[in-house]
């Protein structure tokens, strides 16, 4: 149990597109959901933090104009990079908080890829 | 403010040594803390967790952690690692009711397993 994915495990896209990565809780429903980067050999920098319904609450220093989340349902949630620039290039992590627990346990997606040419 | 802090950047050990990997935390009331791992390329897997009772916890994979209020010490422990231990271990504290609220990572600790 506790799974959740992400999609798409890789993209690779040029400068000033948009791109756009999911997070699905698969077998649970998630009240909250976190949205992490990690840049190579470091540890993970909380992005934002998105409860279902509501708007994504930023972390300092993350430009929410340019990483767009929604968090439509208990089990999606989306971050979309737009206007892409190489230094967006880095590995997007996940996680999700079950709604039923009332403690912080969070489930991590394998993480997305991106590269920005 | 929380933190926690991985004191060993890297460590190395050879398959079937012992292993004990730091993790020392800074928090105003009771933690909520977590050992992950991280293989290349992926997600984090969770490895255990703890807030209450016993102060040793059982995890997957063969690994235990100790919590020690008096020293705010979580540290991770394998009797004997496996060359499939190499990783990255990230300790993390975070509040232990509320839900949904966020962690604070260490900057994690590379494991090396040498054969």
């Known amino acids: 149990g506790a799974v959740v994915s992400q999609h798409p495990s890789r993209v690779i896209c040029k400068s000033g597109t948009s791109v756009k990565i999911e997070c699905r809780s698969l077998?649970?429903?998630?009240?909250?959901m976190f949205w992490y980067r990690q840049f190579p050999k470091q540890s993970l920098m909380l992005m934002a933090t998105s409860n279902e319904g509501s708007k994504a609450t930023y972390e300092q220093g993350v430009e929410k104009d340019k990483f767009l989340i929604n968090h439509a349902s208990l089990t999606l949630s989306t971050l979309t990079v737009t206007s892409a620039h190489p230094e967006d290039s880095s590995f997007y992590i996940c996680?999700?908080?079950?709604?039923?627990?009332?403690?912080?346990?969070?489930?991590f997606g394998p993480g997305t890829r991106l590269t920005v040419l | 403010a929380q933190s926690v802090t991985q004191p060993d950047i890297h460590i190395t050990v050879s398959e079937g040594a012992s292993l004990e990997l730091r993790c020392n935390y800074s928090y105003g009331a009771t933690p909520y803390l977590f050992w992950y791992v991280q293989s290349p390329g992926q997600g984090l897997q969770l490895l255990l967790k703890y807030f209450s009772g016993d102060t040793l916890v059982q995890g997957i994979k063969g690994f235990e952690a100790e919590f020690k209020r008096s020293q705010s010490s979580f540290n991770l422990r394998k009797p004997s690692v496996h060359w499939s231990d190499a990783a990255e271990y990230f300790c993390a504290v975070g509040p232990v009711t509320g839900g949904g609220n966020k962690l604070t990572f260490g900057t994690g600790t590379q494991l090396k397993v040498e054969l």
């Open positions: 077998d649970f429903q998630a009240t909250t």
């Open positions: 996680s999700a908080s079950p709604v039923t627990t009332n403690t912080n346990e969070q489930f």
